[in-house]
C-alpha cells in the first residue's frame, strides 16, 4: 500500500490548473470567513448603542465616526449603523453564495474532466491489462466512483475548509471581546466534536472500504444479469442474480446511511446544549447581580455568533465524515490514474512525426514467444512463420493451442516476452505499432454491436459528420449484406439494430462485423473463428463475402471447422504453442495425420 497521505495522492490527481484553481477557491473561502466575521462583529457595537446611547461619546472609535460624518443627533447614527449593519450582512451572504458556487463549479466540474481522464488511463493500457480486470469494475470506477470523489470528497474538503476558515477568524473575533466565555465555549464545542470524532474516524474509513466493495459487487452483478439475459431467461435463474445483487446493494446502502448518520447526528446534540448553554448563562448573570441591559449586548453578539458558528460546526464535522469515509476512493483512482503504467498518447489522426509503416512483401515472426501475466507455461513457444502478402493463412488446432495468442499477436494486441514481428524489413516496436494497426480489418468471432444504426455500426468509431456513406455501402456490398439492408429493412441503412444487434440473425451480425473490418478498406484482414457460431448455409454465404473481400488484400483466419480453409494458401497447425505442421488443405489432408483427425471432427 503506497504511504503517501491522501491529500497527496489528491494532490498528484489533480493537473496544475485544477490545482490553481482550487487555490482561487480558497482565497474566496479566506474572503467569505473574514466577511462572515465581519458581519457577527458589527452586531456587537449597534445593539451597544441601541441600549445605551451614551456609549457613543465614551468609545473612541464610535465618537471618531459620528463626528466624522457630522452626525446632528444620535437617533440618525442609529439609524445609519442598523443600514450598515444589514449591508454588512448582505454582503456577507452574496460572498457566500459566490464561494458556494465557486466550490461547487469546481468540484462537480472535476467529475467530468477526472471521469475523462481516467476513462484514457484506461484505453490507453495494452490489451494485457484488460484480460486483468472485470470490464464492470472499470465502468464503476468512471461513473460511480470518480462521482462520489468529486461530489463527496472534494465538496467535504471545500466545506471544511471554509468552515474551518470562518470558525477561526469567528472565535479569534469573539477572543477580542470576552476571553473567559470564549475559551469555555472551544473546551465545550470543540472538546465534544473532538471525542465524537476519535470514535468514529476508523470505523468510517473501515465502512468506506467495505462501500467501495459493495458497490464493486453490485456493478459487476447487474452487468452480467443483463449481459447474460437469453441465458438467464433460458435457465430461468433470474432469482439468483436478484439476490446476488441485493446483497451488495444492501450492504453498499447500509454503509452509506451509517457514514450519513454518523455525520448527522453531532448536530441535534449541539445545538440543543449550545442554546441551552446561552440560556445558562443568562440566569448566571442575573444570579450574581448583574443587570440585563449590561450584558444584552455581549449575549446579542454571541447569539449571533452561535447562529453562524453552530451550523460551520456542524458541516465541519459532517465533512470531517464524509472525508474519512470517502478515503478508499481516493486510493482506488490514484492507484488506477497514478500508479499503473504511464499510458501512451492517445489520437485520432496519425502522427505525422513518425514514419509511416508500409507493408509490400511479407509478414514474418521471428522465434516469438509468450506467456501470460503471473503464467509460467508459455502459450507460444519459438514460432516462426512468414505471411506473404496478398496470402490467404489459416491457422488450425485443437482449443487451448495459442492460435487466438498468435493472432493477437499479429495484431499488435500483444507483446512478445521474445523474439520479433516484422512488417518487409521493419520490427514491429511501440513506435510504429499504430501504423501497423490501421493497416488492419479484425473481425472477431462476437460481433460486438452498439445500440445504434446500421451505418454508424459499420463506420464504428467514426464521428458522425466523417462518415463516408459510400465506403459503408461499398463495405457492405463486399460483405454481401447490403441487399438484405437495402430490401429487408425499413429505414435501410438508418435501421436501428438493438443493444448488441439483438434484432438481427448471427449470419447478419458477422456480415456486419465484416463490413465494419472493410469500412477503413485494410491491406490485412484477421479473422478470429468468425464463423464457428454460423449454421452451414448462413457460413456459405459469410465464406463466400469473405473470399470477394481477400482479393488484393492479405487474410489471416483461425477456424474452428476446418472445410473453411479449404481455399487458404497456407495452413499452420498448433499444438502447445508450437506449429507442429503446415501445408494446402489437400496435401496436409493426406499427409497429416493430426489435421486428418481435426477435418473428421469437425
Not at 503506497?2 to 473561502?29: C, D, G, H, W
Not at 459566490?98 to 461547487?104: H, L, N, P, R
Not at 449575549?299 to 465533512?319: D, Q, V
Not at 457460431?533 to 463475402?545: N, P, Q, R
Request: glycine fraction near 6%.
Amino acid at each position: 500500500m503506497n504511504q503517501k497521505s491522501f491529500l497527496k495522492k489528491l494532490y498528484e490527481i489533480f493537473t496544475p490548473r485544477e490545482r490553481m484553481q482550487a487555490v482561487m477557491v480558497f482565497f474566496a473561502s479566506l474572503a467569505t470567513a473574514f466577511v462572515q466575521a465581519f458581519g457577527v462583529a458589527s452586531i456587537f457595537p449597534f445593539i451597544n448603542v441601541v441600549m445605551n446611547p451614551d456609549i457613543v461619546g465614551q468609545n473612541k472609535w464610535l465618537s471618531l465616526l459620528y463626528n466624522k460624518l457630522n452626525f446632528n443627533d444620535i437617533n440618525s447614527f442609529i439609524l445609519f449603523l442598523g443600514i450598515a449593519v444589514f449591508l454588512i450582512v448582505i454582503l456577507s451572504g452574496t460572498i457566500s453564495a459566490i464561494t458556494t458556487w465557486a466550490k461547487t463549479r469546481f468540484t462537480l466540474g472535476k467529475n467530468h474532466s477526472l471521469s475523462r481522464r481516467l476513462l484514457t488511463v484506461y484505453l490507453s493500457q495494452p490489451y494485457e491489462y484488460f484480460l486483468q480486470k472485470n470490464s464492470s469494475e472499470l465502468s464503476k470506477n468512471i461513473l460511480s466512483e470518480v462521482n462520489q470523489l468529486t461530489s463527496q470528497l472534494l465538496m467535504a474538503l471545500f466545506d471544511i475548509l471554509i468552515n474551518g476558515l470562518m470558525i477561526v477568524v469567528m472565535v479569534t473575533m469573539l477572543f477580542m471581546v470576552n476571553i473567559t466565555v470564549t475559551m469555555g465555549a472551544i473546551i465545550f464545542l470543540g472538546g465534544s466534536y473532538s471525542l465524537i470524532n476519535y470514535f468514529v474516524k476508523n470505523k468510517l474509513r473501515r465502512v468506506g472500504r467495505e462501500r467501495l466493495e459493495a458497490n464493486k459487487g453490485r456493478f459487476r452483478m447487474a452487468n452480467e444479469a443483463l449481459s447474460s439475459i437469453k441465458t438467464t431467461k433460458i435457465m430461468g435463474i433470474e432469482t439468483y442474480f436478484i439476490n446476488s445483487y441485493s446483497y451488495f446493494s444492501s450492504r453498499f446502502a447500509r454503509y452509506n446511511v451509517f457514514a450519513h448518520v454518523i455525520g448527522e447526528i453531532p448536530r441535534y446534540l449541539i445545538e440543543v446544549v449550545a442554546f441551552g448553554g446561552i440560556v445558562f448563562f443568562v440566569i448566571l448573570m442575573i444570579a450574581h447581580g448583574g443587570k440585563v441591559v449590561e450584558f444584552i449586548p455581549l449575549l446579542s453578539l454571541y447569539a449571533f455568533a452561535a447562529y453562524r458558528t453552530i451550523p460551520a460546526l456542524n458541516r465541519l464535522f459532517n465533512s470531517t465524515a464524509s472525508v474519512y469515509f470517502n478515503m478508499a476512493i481516493v486510493d482506488k483512482i490514484y492507484e488506477d490514474m497514478i500508479e499503473i503504467v504511464p499510458p501512451k498518447k492517445l489520437s485520432s489522426k496519425p502522427d505525422t512525426a513518425k514514419p509511416e509503416l508500409s507493408f509490400n512483401k511479407i509478414i514474418k515472426l521471428k522465434n516469438v514467444r509468450f506467456s501470460y501475466q503471473d503464467s509460467s507455461c508459455e502459450v507460444i513457444n519459438n514460432i516462426n512463420l512468414t505471411i506473404p502478402k496478398n496470402s490467404v493463412i489459416g491457422f488450425a488446432g485443437p482449443t487451448g493451442c495459442g492460435k487466438t495468442t498468435l493472432v493477437d499477436i499479429i495484431l499488435g494486441l500483444l507483446k512478445p516476452q521474445k523474439g520479433e514481428i516484422i512488417i518487409d524489413d521493419t520490427e514491429i516496436d511501440d513506435d510504429n505499432i499504430t501504423s501497423w494497426q490501421r493497416k488492419i480489418g479484425y473481425v472477431p468471432q462476437e460481433i460486438y454491436l452498439s445500440d445504434d444504426t446500421i451505418l454508424k455500426n459499420i463506420a464504428f468509431g467514426v464521428q458522425d459528420k466523417d462518415i463516408s456513406y459510400k465506403q459503408v455501402q461499398y463495405a457492405a456490398q463486399i460483405a454481401a449484406i447490403d441487399n438484405f439492408i437495402e430490401n429487408e429493412l425499413p429505414q435501410k441503412y438508418d435501421t436501428v439494430i438493438g443493444e448488441r444487434g439483438i434484432r438481427l440473425s448471427g449470419g447478419e451480425r458477422q456480415r456486419i462485423g465484416l463490413a465494419r473490418a472493410l469500412y477503413r478498406n485494410p491491406e490485412v484482414l484477421v479473422l478470429d473463428e468468425a464463423t464457428s457460431s454460423l449454421d452451414g448455409t448462413t457460413e456459405e454465404y459469410v465464406l463466400k463475402a469473405i473470399h470477394s473481400a481477400a482479393q488484393s488484400r492479405t487474410v489471416i483466419m483461425i477456424a474452428h471447422r476446418l472445410n473453411t480453409l479449404k481455399d487458404c494458401d497456407q495452413i499452420y497447425i498448433l499444438e502447445k504453442g508450437r506449429i507442429i505442421g503446415q501445408g494446402k488443405y489437400e496435401e496436409l489432408i493426406s499427409k497429416n495425420k493430426k489435421f486428418r483427425e481435426m477435418a473428421k471432427m469437425s
